[in-house]
C-alpha cells in the first residue's frame, strides 16, 4: 500500500512537471492600431523644403525665360518630304556648329541631317522660351561631323528616298526625287561620288541609331563638344523672330 501510494505521488510530481513545462499556443484575436504624431519628421521636411525654395524658383524662372518670337506655329508635320521645324533644327544647328568646326579644322560642314523622331515638341505662334527650347531636344545629343565617301553620301540618299520622311535636311541641300532615280546639288554643286563630304549629325545618329548606318565607320569622325539642346538656345538667343519656310529642299518631280 506504502509502495503503490508513494508511486501514486510519483506520477502526480512527473505530470504537474510535464504540464507546467507545456509551451502555450497563441492565437491572434483581435488587432489594434493607434495614430502617432510625427510632428518632428514633418518639421524637417518643411525645411527641406524651405531651402531649396530658392533654387526652384530660379529653375522655375530660368525654365520659362523668354528667348524669342514666331509669328507661327513651327511643327514636323506640315509638310511631305520636308517641315517647317525640321528646316529650321538643320539651318540653327549648321550656323552654330560650322564656326566651330572651321575652327578645329579650318573646313566647312557640306550639309546636316537629323531624324524626324529627335523633333520630340513643336513651337506654337508666339514667345519661345528656354522651356521649348528642351520640349524640342530633351536629348543630352552632342553634335558631330563625319567625313563620308561619295558611297556613303549615296546610301544617305538612298536611306532618305526609302523612308520617305520629312527628316531634318540644311538648306544646302536640293534633293529632287525623279522618275529614274534622284537629283541631288549640295551647296548648289552637283554631287559627286567621288569625293568626300563633311555631314552635320548628332552623336547617337553617327552610332547608327534610327537605322542610319552609313554614319557609322566614316571617314574620320569630329565631335564638337557641342551639345544639340545648347545650340538650339544659342540660336534662339541670337534672332529676334524664329524664320522657317517650306522651301523644297526636297521634293518629288
Excluded: W
Excluded at 508511486?7 to 512537471?17: A, D, K, P, R, T
Excluded at 524651405?50 to 514666331?70: F, G, Q, R
Excluded at 529676334?240 to 518631280?253: A, G, H, I, P
Aim: net charge positive.
Amino acid at each position: 500500500m506504502a509502495t503503490t501510494f508513494k508511486n501514486f505521488v510519483l506520477l502526480f510530481c512527473v505530470s504537474i512537471l510535464l504540464i507546467s513545462c507545456k509551451q502555450d499556443t497563441y492565437v491572434v484575436t483581435k488587432i489594434s492600431a493607434k495614430t502617432i504624431a510625427v510632428d518632428t519628421s514633418i518639421n524637417s521636411a518643411n525645411n527641406i523644403t524651405k531651402s531649396i525654395a530658392p533654387y526652384k524658383e530660379e529653375m522655375i524662372k530660368e525654365v520659362n525665360t523668354i528667348l524669342t518670337y514666331t509669328s507661327k506655329d513651327l511643327t514636323r508635320t506640315d509638310g511631305k518630304l520636308e517641315s517647317s521645324l525640321g528646316n529650321l533644327l538643320a539651318d540653327l544647328t549648321m550656323t552654330r556648329a560650322n564656326p566651330v568646326f572651321n575652327k578645329l579644322t579650318g573646313k566647312n560642314i557640306d550639309f546636316s541631317m537629323f531624324n524626324y523622331g529627335g523633333i520630340r515638341a513643336g513651337i506654337p505662334a508666339g514667345k519661345v522660351s528656354n522651356r521649348n527650347a528642351f520640349e524640342l531636344m530633351p536629348f543630352e545629343n552632342i553634335l558631330v561631323v563625319v567625313e563620308l565617301s561619295g558611297q556613303k553620301l549615296a546610301a544617305l540618299i538612298t536611306y532618305l528616298i526609302k523612308s520617305n520622311t520629312a527628316h531634318p535636311l540644311s538648306k544646302n541641300i536640293k534633293l529632287t526625287i525623279t522618275q529614274s532615280g534622284y537629283q541631288l546639288y549640295i551647296n548648289n554643286k552637283k554631287f559627286d561620288d567621288r569625293k568626300s563630304y563633311f555631314v552635320l549629325t548628332s552623336d547617337y545618329l553617327q552610332s547608327g541609331g534610327d537605322n542610319m548606318t552609313f554614319f557609322k565607320n566614316p571617314i574620320q569622325r569630329i565631335s564638337l563638344e557641342y551639345k544639340m539642346r545648347d545650340a538650339i538656345v544659342d540660336y534662339f538667343k541670337s534672332v529676334d523672330t524664329l524664320k522657317s519656310n517650306l522651301d523644297q529642299r526636297f521634293k518629288r518631280k
